[in-house]
């Protein structure tokens, strides 16, 4: 089950049908933040190398040891496009596991609107960053499935409060 609408309630039998108990792995999933920002009607997505292949995602990374999410996702934005922005809600928070090596993730992904393009130089590992429609992102290799699900739940209106996260 899904916990996208606020009706929806997750019990204890709803679990068992869908999820087994047996524990596959003891590794705890990586936090990662990942930030839709939208001017214009596009989507500003960075480009860089994942084995090999050039592959495009939102501004995403890993949240350090010593932040909070969300100060992750003003961090990612700025090393990843050089852009400031301003958080606005909450589109939504992910489990994925990479189907190429198992490494689980949880990925928080917020809202955003653009503030200035600073001169900051980009993360070495971005090739470059990019404004993006949805028609010219589904022509392109996706780093993870989560990537256009994002957009997507961003477009159906999926906002939730930046106070959900306690600090």
Not at 115 to 125: A, G, I, K, N
Request: glycine share 4%; with cysteine; hydrophobic share 40%.
């Amino acid at each position: 089950m899904a916990l996208t609408h606020e009706t929806e309630t997750l019990t204890q039998e709803d679990n068992k049908k869908s999820a087994s108990f047996t524990r596959q792995s003891t590794a705890l999933p990586h936090l990662t933040v990942a930030v839709v920002v939208e001017r214009e009607g596009k989507f500003l997505f960075v480009e860089e190398e994942d084995n090999g292949e050039i592959v495009y995602n939102q501004p995403a990374g890993h949240v350090e040891s010593d932040e909070t999410v969300t100060e992750a996702a003003l961090r990612e934005a700025l090393e990843e496009t050089a852009w400031e922005v301003n958080l606005n809600s909450i589109v939504g928070i992910y489990h994925h596991t990479a189907p190429s090596n198992g490494v689980r993730y949880v990925r928080v992904c917020f809202a955003a609107s653009p503030v200035r393009l600073t001169e900051s130089s980009l993360d070495p590992d971005i090739l470059g960053a990019h404004w993006l429609t949805l028609t010219e992102l589904s022509q392109l290799t996706l780093r993870s499935p989560l990537v256009l699900k994002v957009v997507q739940d961003y477009l159906a209106g999926a906002r939730y409060p930046l106070t959900l996260i306690q600090t």
